[in-house]
């Protein structure tokens, strides 16, 4: 491995190695926003009809975010794990952070740890609204049943302002629930990446500078994936296959963001098969790239099982 201070030669980055390497993180960048011009949709229903409530119906609402996957699972359970968890999450960003600095985000796993913090974070946020939302409904059921089935009349000019309120509302909601989703899976193929190249990689055959075998960094590799796949089983949200171009971009930053540190600050690598000038680099950045397919996959699959499961219950 070279010396930081060769890292910023010219020799170091104008190579067939480096162009190589180029190819494999920018190309795939660059299908990955073509994917995301044709296929995503930022428009977001505010209820799932029950007819529609199936694992092929990708069709994103306001009530997934906040709605367990099972109907008599109150929304308030949901609610308790994802603050508990985000609690979680914080207190051990906060311990790292007083450990090891700042110097914690020159890793893709605290990246990651930190995307899960800040979905957790909005969720707990859009349980909130979620549970205040059901037992809104809940007291208009009651009111409805209280009146045999009538409801209880609006005039006009009242029933406009009503609907241009929950308009408004509904728009910055809508925005943040199609955020949500967004993470969401950007977060389950990042943290399947993260603890399998852990685990199969760097635990058995490296050793890296703030990554000492210890309790922190057990935890760090362990309950990303415990937490999210916990919310996952419980929660109502869908996976979309082309969503998996933002787990690439995300993916994508980090290697950028390392090379454009390197570039001009005199630092060793926070991995050791991200080092350019090793003769084997193009084939490890290719192998980390096609590490993406089964991490997302095999997230999605265990979505799909869910969904399926479900529906041999109902």
């Not at 119906?57 to 609610?79: Q, S």
Request: glycine share 4%; charged share 15%.
């Amino acid at each position: 491995m070279n010396n930081p201070e060769e890292i910023t030669s010219f020799d170091y980055w104008f190579n067939w190695r480096v162009l190589l390497c180029a190819v494999w993180v920018l190309s795939p960048m660059v299908v990955a926003l073509f994917v995301i011009w044709k296929y995503e949709d930022s428009s977001v229903e505010t209820q799932r009809r029950n007819s529609d409530d199936s694992e092929h119906n990708d069709v994103l609402c306001v009530d997934d975010a906040w709605r367990p996957c099972f109907e008599r699972i109150h929304p308030g359970w949901l609610l308790g794990f994802r603050v508990l968890a985000l609690c979680f999450l914080l207190a051990t960003n906060i311990a790292r952070l007083a450990l090891r600095g700042w110097r914690i985000y020159y890793y893709y796993t605290q990246w990651t740890y930190t995307l899960i913090a800040i979905y957790f974070g909005m969720g707990s946020l859009l349980s909130v609204y979620g549970c205040f939302q059901h037992k809104k409904q809940l007291r208009t059921r009651l009111t409805a049943d209280a009146e045999d089935g009538l409801r209880l009349p609006l005039n006009g000019e009242k029933m406009v302002l009503l609907e241009k309120g929950r308009t408004a509302d509904s728009k910055t909601l809508r925005s943040c629930v199609h955020l949500f989703q967004i993470i969401f899976q950007m977060s389950a193929g990042a943290a399947v990446l993260t603890d399998s190249i852990y685990w199969i990689v760097i635990f058995p055959f490296l050793s890296l500078q703030d990554y000492e075998m210890g309790f922190m960094t057990v935890n760090l590799h362990t309950s990303n994936l415990f937490l999210l796949v916990c919310d996952t089983t419980l929660n109502r949200l869908r996976f979309p296959l082309f969503r998996f171009s933002y787990f690439i971009l995300w993916t994508g930053s980090f290697v950028v963001f390392q090379w454009i540190l390197h570039l001009f600050v005199s630092v060793g690598w926070p991995y050791p098969f991200l080092d350019l000038s090793l003769a084997m680099a193009p084939v490890w950045y290719l192998l980390v790239a096609l590490l993406h397919l089964p991490s997302y996959g095999l997230y999605a699959l265990f979505v799909r099982i869910k969904y399926k499961l479900k529906s041999f219950a109902s």
